[in-house]
């Protein structure tokens, strides 16, 4: 038996148990993956790791612990909140990123840009162009320490969540405000991953009312920022363009290749054509 703060006796139910009741719960809002949620969710609200769950699973929930997880699971369930907006953090790569709904949470096929990165030659200049949470950037910046990078974003809101990030993970990004390369000079490498659904497209509830809609569309074809950014890279003699894409965008993209460019595309985990590359030969 637990004693809460007012003093009352509480006994709570076992961490296997209100793992149960959730599960049921995220089964009935037809969530994609309800088990995984359930527990990040009860991680979270206890303030331990998934593993000490299954090591302490009779440990009972109770009182604020209790509380925050029922709220959880109703904003996951009723407000289809996406798990990274309620628990404010998004593994990526080897960092840990606060993310919130002023930036699109990072998915894991775009740690395939910051691989595409990892040989670029020592001193590079970089861009990640639409930062958002500072993913690519940072993660970049962390394995590769010796390049100079900055990244952009036409969101403030967006640059401040990145901000706050550079500055708690100590890792030295310039940040700049403006659409594409938002007027730096000249760089080495563009790395990106830019809006691109196209309008009309249907996506899960979770995205549509809760990502910023400027991080996902790009006009009827989502080659809107793409068809600028190709240009813009090579006008401040970028030597390496790493582009995420769509689904089916690749052809498309590889053909906006500017003359002597050559190009290649990598599949991402599921083996979905997702990084395009383009280099000036
Ligand atoms: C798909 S999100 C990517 C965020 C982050 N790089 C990631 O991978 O998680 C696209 C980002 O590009 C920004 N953006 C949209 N149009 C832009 C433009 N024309 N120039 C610069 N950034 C732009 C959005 O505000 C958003 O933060």
Do not use: C
């Not at 038996?1 to 793992?19: C, F, N, Q």
């Not at 904003?75 to 953090?89: D, Q, S």
């Amino acid at each position: 038996m637990r004693t809460e703060p007012s003093g009352r006796a509480s006994h709570g139910v076992p961490v296997r148990e209100a793992l149960d009741s959730a599960l049921v719960a995220l089964r009935g809002a037809r969530v994609a993956s309800p088990r995984l949620d359930a527990e990040v969710l009860l991680a979270h609200a206890l303030g331990i790791t998934r593993t000490q769950l299954f090591l302490d699973a009779d440990r009972p929930v109770t009182g604020p612990a209790a509380h925050a997880f029922r709220d959880a699971v109703r904003r996951r369930t009723v407000l289809r909140e996406p798990v990274a907006y309620i628990t404010g953090t998004k593994g990526f790569r080897r960092l840990d990123l606060d993310v919130d709904r002023r930036v699109l949470i990072p998915r894991p096929e775009t740690e395939h840009l910051v691989e595409a990165a990892l040989t670029l030659p020592q001193g590079a200049r970089v861009v990640d162009v639409g930062t958002g949470s500072g993913a690519v950037a940072l993660a970049l910046k962390d394995e590769r320490p010796d390049l100079e990078v900055h990244a952009t974003d036409t969101s403030e809101d967006a640059l401040h969540v990145a901000y706050a990030n550079a500055r708690r993970l100590n890792l030295d990004i310039t940040f700049h405000h403006g659409d594409l390369l938002a007027r730096i000079p000249e760089v080495d490498a563009v790395l990106s991953n830019p809006p691109y659904v196209e309008a009309g497209a249907r996506l899960a509830p979770e995205i549509t009312q809760h990502e910023p809609a400027d991080a996902l569309y790009a006009g009827a074809d989502g080659l809107d920022v793409v068809r600028r950014l190709i240009p813009a890279a090579a006008a401040v003699n970028a030597r390496f363009v790493a582009l995420e894409v769509g689904e089916g965008q690749p052809p498309a993209v590889r053909a906006l290749a500017p003359e002597g460019w050559a190009t290649d595309v990598h599949a991402d985990l599921a083996g979905i054509d997702r990084v395009v590359l383009l280099w000036r030969r």
